[in-house]
């Protein structure tokens, strides 16, 4: 089975918008923040296969930076939930929502 | 398990499928972290997720990004998302529904979106140049390992942002610290 840069930004992309797909519509606050966790893994997916098509290091160290801000983007917002969490009593984001309309 | 030099081709033979396997298993655990009703379940997916695209990383060649993936991705921020869905989680099963009340229009943006793009990516011819594996891990035209090269980069030539993230982690503690705080009482 030969694998081309083809596959693996097909991949990337596919499980890119799973993570999107996860972030539009699901209620649960936390599952969101694990759906954007998914995109930003799709983009190293995609980041590494250019790194390794092009035999070029630069895109694997842009993704360990990636990483990094993956990390302290999921503290931040697991903070944040717990916050919220304190002020609503839910993590539901459509109970939580004060916007009208 | 041998990369071809000719060009555009990455992976061959029994890696290949590997990748095919690696692939499914992790778009399929993807699949499941959107669906799943609880969290928890969501979490356990995420981590599987994880896990399996650090085994595509370890196919390409990416060693450290690999190991990286594992030890930050599924050994810290999963280990903090289950903390968090163990403290806010609530005794009372609801019988809430799983996705928001727009889904169905979300999915039909999502369809649309996907085909053009799929369509792009599959077809793409990019240019051939033949790919080089033992770049990634020299060092000084030396065969050293994909840690050290990276390392190699990452000290010297990404200096500055890699400063830069270590501010940012700090910045994000201390952030993570004051809004975890129950609201302060005065004292008098």
């Known amino acids: ?101 | 398990m041998t990369d071809s030099a000719a060009s555009g081709v990455l992976l061959t033979g029994g890696a290949g499928w590997l990748f095919v396997i690696f692939a499914v298993f992790a778009l399929g655990t993807a699949v499941a972290v959107v669906v799943a009703r609880n969290p928890v379940h969501s979490a356990l997916f995420l981590l599987s997720s994880f896990l399996l695209v650090a085994c595509i990383f370890f196919l390409q060649k990416a060693e450290f990004v690999g190991a990286v993936q594992i030890l930050v991705y599924a050994g810290g921020i999963m280990v903090l998302f289950l903390f968090v869905i163990m403290l806010v989680h609530q005794r009372t099963v609801k019988t809430v529904k799983t996705f928001q009340h727009q889904w169905d229009i979300a999915l039909l943006f999502l369809v649309v979106f996907l085909i053009p793009f799929l369509y792009v990516f599959w077809t793409e011819k990019f240019p051939e140049i033949p790919a080089n594996p033992d770049a990634l891990r020299m060092v000084r035209g030396k065969i050293a390992g994909n840690t050290e090269a990276v390392a190699w980069l990452l000290y010297r030539d990404y200096l500055l942002p890699f400063e830069v993230a270590s501010v940012f982690l700090l910045v994000a503690m201390i952030g993570a610290v004051v809004l975890g705080k129950r609201s302060v009482e005065k004292v008098d």
């Open chain 1, 1 to 101: 089975m030969t694998i081309t840069l083809n596959h693996y930004l097909v991949v990337s992309f596919l499980l890119f918008s799973i993570g999107l797909f996860g972030v539009l519509v699901r209620r649960n606050f936390l599952t969101v923040l694990m759906s954007v966790e998914l995109m930003l893994n799709a983009v190293n997916l995609n980041l590494v296969a250019f790194s390794q098509r092009l035999s070029d290091l630069t895109g694997q160290v842009f993704a360990v930076f990636v990483i990094t801000i993956a990390a302290g983007e999921a503290a931040i917002g697991l903070a944040l939930t717990i916050s919220l969490f304190r002020q609503r009593r839910t993590l539901n984001v459509e109970e939580a929502s004060t916007m009208q309309g």
